[in-house]
């Protein structure tokens, strides 16, 4: 089945299961949709571009959405304030870029040493993290529904300009680097800054930063790294696995019916199947072509991986104990994979 045909089932789920009058009844939506990273970018930013192509078809053409490319209409950093204040309808981010605010938010977008894909969504869709979820916002009195619309597989650990082969080839590292994994570099020594992936080649090529990790190999590639970068590691402990937000101000939602809401939750379940395919289709080309470009592909070392672990543990520490939310979230999400490690250490072969 293609994702088109995956779209028209979705719409027949969602309009004929119920009674043909009430979506003829529903008043037409326009989300005007702000996004934080470019459509050109495949699996981070593409998703939200096959949500808006399908939403149409799924809702029975009760709901339409225009995309804004980043900074056109809203600015990345301002999108959640933007759609709980309704200057937006909805828009499309991470929550990780709300950690300054709501501490626990980066939980919902990548945890170091974290789950993977299908363990993310386990916890989310059948655990109680899309209860967390939204309850951190309304805790936060932020005026949003959010719906997890999108998710990849690890990312790259970084770039970097030279090897480094132990703790101290981090230390007065000056690095693009983001989210939770950004406080386990900096008690290694590492500066970090939180810039647009737009500005990281200019950045590199300048030497204003010595380092970047940003996302996929195929990603990364679309970025030109590999020009001014040679030495690109993994595993991305940082960010094992990536979930991506479409946020709807909250009087929005609650003025749809039910098949228009239904049929927004469908699609970016769908939306979620179509970026982690599209995202594992074509890392390993990518990864072809940086070595066919010089780069040296590399995998850290145990005492670099262990370090790494130890100094998150630490982390995690300080956040519960400076934010209740942060620590509830993170005993939950602790409990659920306690439990899903029996699954996985049983039923999956081991890796070499």
Not at 37 to 43: K, M, R
Not at 121 to 150: H, I, S, T
Request: glycine share 10%.
């Amino acid at each position: 089945m293609n994702f088109k045909t995956l779209a028209i089932a979705c719409s027949l789920a969602v309009t004929l299961g119920t009674t043909s009058t009430a979506s003829f009844a529903a008043g037409k939506v326009l989300l005007k949709t702000p996004i934080a990273f470019g459509t050109h970018l495949p699996a981070l930013g593409s998703p939200i571009k096959w949500f808006s192509e399908h939403i149409p078809i799924t809702s029975g053409g009760t709901i339409k959405m225009k995309v804004y490319e980043p900074g056109k209409l809203v600015n990345p950093a301002e999108i959640l304030d933007a759609v709980s204040t309704g200057k937006v309808n909805s828009g499309y981010s991470t929550a990780g870029y709300w950690q300054g605010s709501m501490p626990a938010a980066a939980l919902f977008s990548a945890v170091p040493f974290g789950p993977e894909a299908g363990e993310y969504m386990a916890w989310l869709y059948f655990g109680n993290g899309l209860e967390l979820y939204q309850g951190m916002y309304d805790e936060a009195g932020y005026n949003v529904k959010v719906l997890p619309c999108a998710i990849i597989s690890p990312e790259t650990s970084g770039w970097f300009k030279k090897p480094i082969e132990s703790p101290e080839d981090l230390k007065g590292l000056n690095m693009r680097f983001f989210g939770l994994g950004a406080s386990v570099m900096e008690k290694l020594g590492v500066g970090t800054v939180q810039i647009p992936g737009g500005e990281i080649f200019g950045a590199l090529e300048k030497g204003a930063i010595d380092a970047s990790e940003f996302s996929q190999p195929a990603i990364d590639q679309r970025l030109g790294f590999h020009k001014v970068a040679k030495y690109n590691y993994f595993p991305g402990w940082h960010q094992q696995s990536t979930v991506f937000e479409l946020l709807v101000n909250k009087d929005t939602w609650n003025e749809m019916d039910e098949n228009q809401q239904k049929a927004i939750e469908t699609t970016c379940m769908a939306t979620m199947t179509y970026s982690i395919a599209e995202g594992e289709a074509m890392q390993y080309s990518a990864m072809q072509t940086a070595q066919d470009n010089g780069v040296q592909i590399r995998y850290w070392n145990e005492e670099m991986l262990d370090l790494f672990e130890y100094t998150w543990l630490e982390v995690v520490e300080e956040k519960k104990e400076a934010d209740p939310y942060f620590a509830k979230v993170w005993a939950d999400l602790s409990q659920f994979r306690e439990g899903y490690a029996l699954w996985e250490q049983n039923g999956f072969l081991p890796r070499d």
